[in-house]
């Protein structure tokens, strides 16, 4: 008879996340890292009694055998912080997130649907409604009249790539291996959420030990089938002017390598998705920047003229296609390398369903020495790289040092302080496109602008999560002041645990990406600016007198504020060197006044209104259709 250990169903739970272990490549990783909380009455005396009976010293590695714990302010910044942990630590690693019931618990939901959209692990514990009923409702219950097995936690079933409901203790051995199985699978990966009832959680059972014990997921690199890779390889042999376009999935893989030597070989230029940015350094003579709505003009000009697109690790969303406009060679074709068979299919394109590194690896071996870019080709994108680079010194450059700096100067100046150590975290707003424009990335984890769901709020949690996972690196978290104001809290928590992220935060008095966006389809910036009403009714008074720098010195927060180009230079540098969370402030001024970055190279579908009075309306439904009747759908 095997040996059994009694436990409550959370410290159970506890005790088997603590014996966890992916591996790749030979090298091993803890999946559940640590565990965020924000406890209440569904989850205090359940998973808040077993983290701390556990230990939790924030003691991390394979060694460690407690759950360290981390306290939280708000449950999506958690989450947040959890993804920005897994992304750096190329899903390999991840965090648990723990909240009660009811409000704690559905906070959770846009944290799980950016993790889910973006393929990053976290694993999700909400406490739940009391499985054995012993009144209802209690507190924070949702009550639905067709259904006594529903709660609040069901809205995290569609934003997670698996979920179950622990009504009975020994229910949590099948749900927990069920749990790990996906996190560490890089096909199926995502949140994944266990639902575990507070009467559960609390409730004792006799575990096999054998539940408890190490267990190591591997982390598979499939090969591609050898029909598909021969394929490919007379795809690629067949192209006159081929084009590479990287996502996440070549970071997730950690394929940059055999990027570069794949690139190296043939001399086909690559292009980048925002996830994608930084597969190969900005210096790299094959690498043409950012594609798509927010892309180079030397990246999006080859997209128009390519034979032959070869997407490696991408999803290919609306930004990368601008809306299905961008490619319009009659006759191109796509490669999609791609872990699942999901996105290699998109685009018609032809499926090379296997890990980024190795497919890149075989893809080459299969080609051999016996295809490259013709010499014009190269010297055609190279030119047009050397022109694009003109643009991006125009940009940063400030001729006059102590005026206010426009945003890309605010970029250009810390650009040139950086090196590739630094890791620069955004999100949304308008930073975003001038970033996959602008931006110079120098290491291949150097970008993390996360824009699967580009999520307001998320730079300042997800800046503690890389922090955590690459200690001693500085992080920038870049955020403006709409973004800002939607989740400031864990500020808190980065001065509780004494990690120097450094904030800048951009005061631009409103959400500028909308506002810009809103003035293009005939919107007039109606509601985007954060303004006092005037007398017609309409925010156009003065700016609202917010001190968004008072704000984050008020949460503990060493903060700079920087009124000039100089001025930023300098407190920029210090931040740097500082060993405390340290806020950059400064306002910006507005690409109306002052030369911005240049616009959208391609275009991006937002429908403008099909009949209005307004004439700003009318003319962008012209401009609208006139774009529209560029798309096709590639079959």
């Known amino acids: 008879m095997s040996s059994t250990r009694r436990l409550t169903v959370a410290q159970a739970l506890v005790a088997f996340l603590a014996r966890q272990y992916t591996e790749r490549d030979g090298r091993r990783h803890r999946l559940i890292n640590a565990t965020w909380g924000i406890f209440g009455h569904g989850n205090v005396a359940g998973l808040g009694q077993a983290l701390l009976e556990s230990g939790t010293s924030p003691t991390s590695g394979p060694s460690a055998t407690g759950m360290p714990y981390f306290q939280g302010r708000n449950e999506q910044a958690m989450v947040h912080a959890a993804v920005g942990y897994a992304r750096q630590s190329r899903r390999l690693s991840t965090h648990a997130v723990t909240t009660s019931i009811g409000p704690g618990a559905t906070n959770l939901v846009t944290g799980a649907a950016l993790a889910t959209i973006n393929r990053l692990p976290v694993l999700l514990l909400p406490g739940d409604v009391f499985a054995t009923r012993p009144a209802d409702p209690v507190l924070q219950q949702l009550e639905v009249p067709y259904a006594g097995d529903v709660s609040v936690n069901d809205a995290l079933r569609p934003v997670s790539r ?19 199985r996906v996190l560490a699978d890089p096909a199926a990966t995502g949140a994944v959420t266990l639902a575990l009832p507070q009467d559960v959680q609390a409730e004792a059972y006799d575990w096999p030990e054998e539940f408890f014990a190490e267990r190591v997921w591997q982390v598979r690199r499939p090969r591609p089938d050898l029909d598909a890779l021969d394929a490919a390889r007379r795809a690629v042999t067949g192209a006159r002017r081929p084009l590479i376009v990287v996502g996440g999935g070549v970071h997730h893989s ?43 003009a030397t990246a999006d000009e080859l997209a128009r003229t390519a034979d032959l697109v070869i997407g490696v690790g991408t999803r290919w969303s609306d930004f990368t296609t601008a809306s299905a406009t961008l490619f319009q060679n009659p006759g191109v074709r796509f490669l999609n390398i791609n872990i699942t068979a999901f996105d290699a299919h998109k685009m018609s394109g032809l499926s090379l369903v296997a890990d980024a590194r190795t497919a890149l690896e075989e893809l080459a071996a299969a080609l051999g020495t016996r295809f490259r870019v013709e010499p014009a080709y190269e010297t055609e994108y190279a030119d047009d790289k050397e022109r694009w680079e003109h643009r991006v010194d125009a940009a940063y450059e400030a001729e006059d040092p102590d005026t206010r700096p426009t945003q890309p100067q605010v970029l250009g100046a810390l650009d040139a302080l950086i090196t590739g150590e630094d890791i620069v975290i955004n999100a949304a707003g308008s930073l975003p496109g001038d970033l996959h424009k602008l931006w110079r990335a120098r290491s291949a984890d150097q970008y993390h602008v996360e824009y699967g769901y580009s999520c307001m709020g998320y730079e300042i949690p997800a800046a503690i999560g890389v922090g955590m996972a ?3 690196r500085p992080v920038w978290a870049l955020v403006g002041d709409g973004t800002y104001l939607m989740n400031p809290t864990e500020i808190v928590t980065a001065v509780q645990e004494n990690i120097p992220i450094k904030v800048v935060i951009l005061q631009n008095h409103g959400y500028a990406s909308i506002g810009g966006l809103s003035e293009s389809v005939g919107a007039e910036r109606f509601g985007t600016a954060y303004r006092y009403r005037a007398g017609d009714g309409t925010y156009t008074g003065a700016p609202l007198p917010v001190d968004l720098a008072a704000n984050a010195a008020s949460l503990g927060m060493r903060v700079i504020r920087a009124k000039t180009v100089r001025d930023l230079r300098e407190a920029l540098a210090e931040a740097r060197e500082a060993d405390v969370p340290t806020g950059v402030y400064v306002e910006t001024e507005t690409a109306d006044t002052v030369s911005g970055a240049p616009p959208a190279q391609a275009w991006w579908d937002v429908p403008v209104a099909e009949t209005a009075t307004r004439p700003s309306a009318v003319k962008a439904r012209e401009e609208y259709d006139r774009q529209v009747a560029a798309r096709r759908r590639h079959l």
């Open 162 to 180: 698996y979920f179950d409901r622990v009504t009975r203790p020994e229910a949590l051995i099948p749900a927990a291996l069920q749990a790990m």
């Open 254 to 296: 950690e394929a940059e390598e055999a990027l570069r030597s794949f690139a190296d070989a043939t001399g086909i230029p690559v292009a980048s998705t925002q996830a994608g940015k930084g597969s190969l350094p900005h210096d790299h003579p094959c690498d043409v920047g950012g594609i798509g709505h927010t892309g180079t």
């Open 470 to 472: 690459a200690p001693g």
